[in-house]
């Protein structure tokens, strides 16, 4: 377990880190010290080219391009998207039709199946859409924007549960169930929606036709989550399992729910009055979960669905999701 405390065990482009780069490209815009978060994400982005990570369909491997196209809005210089744009340029033109169905086909230490070269596990919907929105709106290229919505859809299709408004994992949960009998929804994973839309939507043309979906899912997402907080704060590993099932809280989960719901009060899509009570009780929470060290622990490892935790667990995604849930709190209280 040792190696989920270590950082330098994941590559500077792998989607571990590349949270912790989302969340410190927005916390910088809040931070009296911006100019040192700046120079630090840029030196990274030079020191690797400004590329993507080494599988260009697979939405881990995009996820870093989110801070090298908010660099790009900075500074305008075309090094920091040029890599991107090629990539998703090339995806465009040859797009992968495979299944979004969990086929796992091993080979050696790997496995690679047509579900990881589109959007079949949830957690794509944090790592690749916002790509997609920024480069449209960049690029003026509607059919990226076009891309998004199709392959989006395609992911609510197969994983969005309409009497719970929540997400499943991948389409292995669904046939799974908790102990109590109800569906599987791991809270990382519908974390990992939320705080997507809210990365997303900011891009998406406000006359565009389809912008309402987006808001609607993440209102409806917002609703439900609402209403099965904790009592301690937090959000379960499994939302809707019962507590003696999950007797410990999940900081990295209810960090990506808090960024969420406090960007949809701060953006005017969520009740301030009903909701920033559940936010400020999830803050104070996550808070609790610093150690004295300033470690940010209660920290699922990397998974697919619920597991377990220690309390002096840490990773780097969860620090980006800390940082994006310490950003909108800010907003909200300041």
């Keep these: ?132 929105a920024r480069l449209a709106e960049i690029r003026g290229r509607d059919r990226m924007l076009e891309f998004m919505d199709q392959e989006w859809q395609a992911t609510y299709d197969l994983l969005w549960v309409e009497e719970e408004n ?11 169930s908790e102990k109590n009998g109800k569906p599987i929804f791991w809270s990382r994973g519908n974390g990992w929606v939320l705080s997507g839309l809210a990365l997303t939507i900011p891009h998406l043309p406000d006359d565009w036709e389809r912008r309402s979906f987006y808001t609607g899912v993440f209102q409806d997402m917002a609703g439900a989550l609402k209403g099965i907080q904790r009592e ?4 379960s590993m499994g939302l809707l399992g019962d507590l003696e099932a999950y007797p410990d809280k999940e900081s990295s989960g209810t960090a990506l729910i808090t960024h969420g719901l406090a960007w949809g009060i701060n953006n005017g899509l969520l009740d301030r009055e009903e909701y920033e009570p559940i936010v400020l ?29 220690f309390a002096d667990k840490t990773e780097v995604y969860a620090v980006g999701a800390f940082l994006l849930a310490a950003t909108e709190v800010y907003k909200l209280v300041e």
């Design 1 to 132: 377990t040792d190696r989920y405390r270590e950082p330098e065990n994941h590559h500077e482009l792998d989607w571990t880190n590349a949270v912790l780069y989302i969340g410190l490209d927005e916390f910088r815009e809040i931070a009296k010290n911006k100019r040192t978060y700046t120079d630090w994400l840029v030196d990274i982005g030079d020191r690797n080219g400004w590329r993507t990570w080494t599988r260009i369909y697979h939405a881990d491997d995009q996820a870093v391009a989110q801070v090298w196209l908010s660099l790009y809005e900075d500074f305008g210089d075309p090094a920091m998207e040029r890599e991107v744009y090629r990539n998703f340029n090339h995806i465009l033109r040859y797009p992968e039709t495979g299944s979004l169905e969990f086929d796992k086909r091993e080979r050696g230490y790997s496995f690679h199946s047509d579900f990881l070269d589109r959007w079949g596990w949830c957690d794509a919907l944090f790592m690749a859409p916002p790509i997609w």
């Design 166 to 176: 929540l997400f499943l994992r991948d389409s292995r949960f669904l046939t799974r």
């Design 232 to 235: 301690d704060g937090t959000w």
């Design 281 to 309: 009780k999830a803050w104070h929470a996550l808070a609790d979960c610093v150690t004295e060290e300033g470690i940010f622990g209660h920290v699922q490892p990397i998974g697919y669905a619920p597991g377990e935790i």
